[in-house]
């Protein structure tokens, strides 16, 4: 029988590597001295580089519905920290450096978490969605990203009205798998993140107009069966736009996706 790692022994073990995990990351940043992003303003930055809503409650599989409420709770708390954060020239924003903890404590509730490739529940779950927006919004700017985990090779829910390219998701946890980008231009960038009804809102916004644009899509996108496994497959690229002209200046691939697929599903065409 192989040996179980630490982490693995008892809950206990588990919630001691968690914490040292923490506690090394917290000494990198301070070694790196790195300047993050933390001046908030409600005054809005002119110009609008790009804005994205994204559906809050959604039927997952046989997720908990009550999970999904709680992360709308869960994700009202954490924009309130970040809403109208500016990055100027040289600063790094990290989600977790402006959000910290999500304990109950805090407020936060029971939501949906992956762990090991599998749907669970945990205090806080469900903030995933807010670094996927960011994200996205991000790849739609000449910003750096710096920080970005994917969720390991998984499709784990089926596509359900899918607005956004797959494998363009983010994972998230306390603060060893951060989201982080670094403002390398000499433009001041400023994000609002809102919660509003059913939807989490965004905009990323700017002191001057941007150069480019991007265009971010998916290309050759299929399903295939390996073994006793079906995988997804395909490729997400990011093309980058003159705006005076309209020319493609460069396309960019961005994501390869192998994902194994952990829903139910059929392959047209199979017998």
Same mark, same amino acid.
């Given at each position: 029988?192989?040996?179980?790692?630490?982490?693995?022994?008892?809950?206990?073990?588990?919630?001691? +590597?968690?914490?040292?995990?923490?506690?090394?990351?917290?000494?990198?940043?301070?070694?790196?001295?790195?300047?993050? !992003?933390?001046?908030?303003?409600?005054?809005?930055?002119?110009?609008?580089?790009?804005?994205?809503?994204?559906?809050?409650?959604?039927?997952?599989?046989?997720?908990?519905?009550?999970?999904?409420?709680?992360? !709308?709770?869960?994700? !009202?708390?954490?924009?309130?920290?970040?809403?109208?954060?500016?990055?100027?020239?040289?600063?790094?924003?990290?989600?977790?450096?402006?959000? &910290?903890?999500?304990?109950?404590?805090?407020?936060?509730?029971? =939501?949906? @978490?992956?762990?090991?490739?599998?749907?669970?529940?945990?205090?806080?779950?469900?903030?995933?969605? *807010? +670094?996927?927006?960011?994200?996205?919004?991000?790849?739609?700017?000449?910003? @750096?990203?710096?920080?970005? %985990? %994917? %969720?390991?090779?998984?499709?784990?829910?089926?596509?359900? &009205?899918?607005?956004?390219?797959?494998?363009? =998701?983010?994972?998230?946890?306390?603060?060893?798998?951060?989201?982080?980008?670094?403002?390398?231009?000499?433009?001041?960038?400023? *994000?609002?993140?809102?919660?509003?009804?059913?939807?989490?809102?965004?905009?990323?916004? +700017?002191? +001057?107009? *941007?150069?480019?644009?991007?265009?971010?899509?998916?290309?050759?996108?299929?399903?295939?069966?390996?073994?006793?496994?079906?995988?997804?497959?395909?490729?997400?690229?990011?093309? @980058?736009?003159?705006?005076?002209? &309209?020319?493609?200046?460069?396309?960019?691939?961005?994501? @390869?996706? %192998? !994902?194994?697929?952990?829903?139910?599903?059929?392959?047209?065409?199979?017998?």
């Amino acid at each position: 029988m192989k040996r179980p790692l630490f982490c693995e022994i008892c809950p206990f073990t588990y919630r001691l +590597s968690i914490e040292k995990e923490i506690m090394k990351r917290n000494i990198s940043d301070l070694m790196a001295g790195i300047r993050f !992003a933390k001046e908030r303003t409600d005054e809005q930055l002119p110009f609008m580089v790009y804005r994205h809503n994204s559906l809050i409650r959604r039927r997952l599989g046989n997720v908990d519905m009550q999970l999904q409420e709680n992360k !709308a709770t869960n994700l !009202a708390l954490a924009v309130s920290h970040i809403d109208g954060v500016l990055i100027r020239p040289g600063e790094t924003f990290s989600l977790w450096k402006l959000v &910290g903890r999500t304990t109950a404590s805090r407020g936060y509730k029971e =939501g949906l @978490t992956i762990a090991k490739g599998k749907p669970g529940s945990g205090i806080g779950g469900g903030l995933c969605q *807010l +670094s996927n927006l960011i994200h996205w919004m991000v790849l739609h700017s000449d910003l @750096t990203i710096t920080e970005h %985990h %994917h %969720h390991d090779g998984l499709d784990l829910f089926p596509d359900h &009205g899918r607005q956004i390219p797959f494998g363009t =998701g983010t994972s998230i946890s306390y603060n060893y798998l951060d989201y982080r980008f670094r403002n390398d231009t000499e433009n001041t960038y400023q *994000l609002f993140v809102k919660v509003d009804g059913e939807y989490l809102c965004g905009e990323l916004r +700017s002191v +001057s107009t *941007l150069e480019h644009s991007f265009h971010i899509y998916a290309e050759g996108e299929h399903f295939v069966r390996e073994g006793d496994t079906i995988y997804r497959n395909g490729q997400v690229y990011r093309d @980058t736009i003159d705006r005076a002209t &309209g020319e493609h200046i460069d396309r960019q691939l961005i994501r @390869t996706n %192998h !994902a194994k697929v952990m829903y139910p599903m059929e392959i047209e065409g199979e017998k």
